[in-house]
């Protein structure tokens, strides 16, 4: 099939470069000509393990093609995402629709032929019914239609998760004649099990925002629960466990921890109390859960400082800084909240993070770039267990250091208490008994 991608950045290079591995020919397309400059060669803007060497080997095949000219993508492809970015407003209570409804206005003027157009980028309810009608004002219905296909990629897991979903959403008002494309493009991973789903395209959208707002809610439950076991005495994984067997509740996004962060949860989750209040509803979980993942920096924050006992001048390492591991993405990261609040108590921080030095911690005199974990793990009074990179989960801190009077901060439960138990090193976690 011939699609094309509108827009290379996470979702549209992800999702494009994968279709092409499927055999489709496939155009991404970027305004920004630089961009597309070095992806031709190979150089791939985003971190994703594993994305590179299938950008090149479709590249190379001939099967993915990078280009600027939007108008002669579109015209040589029978369905064409929008995958463009929907950031926050200013307000940022809402996503800001300028890009994909500029991108509607050029497919507007180059509909040669019957074409499906599928918004991919997050957008809110009722965008589709907003494209249909630019595309009609100089358009009769039969040259197209408009499709919600909302993705379900997470930073880091992107591939597998764009190979094995659990189910491709398809939200059509045309189901008639937009199934059976869909279903031919779809072919190879509905034969590998995901669920073929077709809804009303208003549902689809909402499907999207509902989902990351439902994981955003299991996330921030563990973390309150976690709080309190903190205070009785209890492990929280245990209750993870206890609970996430239970096929109802379901094992997955149970795993305690700062504030979830990243792209998509902060932004998704306030855009749908934006969409709902906007028709009169009041969603008072999802209001409740951007308020308590809000405060949990602090709350963190707070442990810190009651670990240091006298923060001024004591160095505090962190190992990760991005808002999760396999990604450099710092969007919405808890170490942008806990860093300056830490700095503003007198502490010095250094830091190592797999994926490099973040320009956002440069206004900072305090805050420095350490190149490797050892050198930071050496320098600290009290070491953060930010982020649960691979490399973190099995380091023998009593060789790296010396200093016995080391303290943890584990916020990813990458260690059992039991592993520093005669050790001199202080071990403190989440959702564990937290005794300072
Ligand atoms: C999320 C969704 O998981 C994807 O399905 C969705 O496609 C994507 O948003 C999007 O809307 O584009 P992503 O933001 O990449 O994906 O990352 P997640 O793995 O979902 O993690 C989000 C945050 O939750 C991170 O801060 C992570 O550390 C935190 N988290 C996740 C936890 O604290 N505990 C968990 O058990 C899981």
């Not at 004591?314 to 942008?336: E, H, P, Q, Y």
Request: glycine share 6%.
């Amino acid at each position: 099939m011939n699609i094309c991608f509108i827009g290379t950045g996470y979702v549209g290079l992800v999702s494009g470069v994968l279709f092409s591995d499927l055999g489709n020919n496939v155009y991404c397309v970027d305004k920004d000509s630089e961009k597309i400059k070095n992806l031709e060669q190979g150089i791939i803007p985003i971190y994703e393990p594993g994305l590179e060497e299938i950008v090149i080997r479709n590249f190379e095949a001939g099967r993915v093609k990078f280009t600027s000219d939007i108008n002669q993508a579109i015209r040589s492809s029978d369905v064409v995402f929008i995958a463009v970015g929907t950031p926050s407003s200013k307000d940022g209570s809402s996503a800001d629709l300028t890009g994909v409804f500029n991108v509607a206005n050029i497919i507007s003027k180059n509909l040669n032929s019957y074409k499906i157009i599928i918004t991919k980028s997050t957008v809110p309810l009722g965008t589709g019914d907003k494209i249909e009608a630019i595309l009609l004002k100089s358009n009769n219905r039969k040259k197209f239609d408009v499709v919600s296909n909302p993705e379900f990629l997470r930073e880091g897991e992107a591939i597998r998760d764009f190979r094995y979903p659990d189910r491709v959403v398809i939200g059509t008002n045309n189901s008639k004649k937009v199934t059976p494309i869909m279903e031919k493009l779809y072919a190879p991973i509905i034969n590998k099990g995901a669920k073929f789903l077709i809804v009303k395209r208003r549902a689809a959208e909402l499907i999207k925002y509902a989902a990351n707002a439902f994981l955003a809610t299991k996330i921030t439950f563990i973390n309150e629960i976690a709080n309190l076991c903190e205070q009785t005495g209890i492990n929280v994984e245990d209750i993870a466990l206890g609970i996430g067997t239970d096929t109802r509740i379901g094992s997955r996004f149970l795993r305690a921890g700062p504030a979830y962060g990243g792209s998509c949860f902060p932004k998704d989750t306030k855009a749908l109390t934006r969409t709902a209040s906007n028709h009169k509803v009041h969603l008072q979980l999802v209001n409740a859960v951007i308020k308590s993942n809000e405060s949990r920096s602090s709350l963190i924050t707070s442990k810190i400082i009651k670990i240091l006992k006298k923060p001024k001048k004591k160095i505090v390492g962190f190992l990760g800084v991005t808002f999760k591991a396999n990604t450099d993405d710092m969007r919405d990261s808890s170490s942008l909240k806990i860093i300056p609040a830490l700095i503003k108590k007198g502490c010095v921080v250094n830091y190592y993070d797999p994926t490099g030095n973040k320009t956002n911690f440069d206004a900072y005199k305090s805050v420095h770039f350490y190149k490797n974990a050892n050198e930071v793990i050496k320098n600290s009074d009290l070491l953060v267990i930010h982020t649960e990179w691979d490399e973190f989960k099995n380091m023998n801190f009593d060789k790296i250091t010396k200093n016995k009077n080391l303290k943890i901060f584990d916020l990813r439960n990458l260690y059992e208490d039991k592993y520093f138990s005669n050790k001199k090193i202080k071990y403190y976690s989440i959702g564990r008994p937290f005794n300072v």
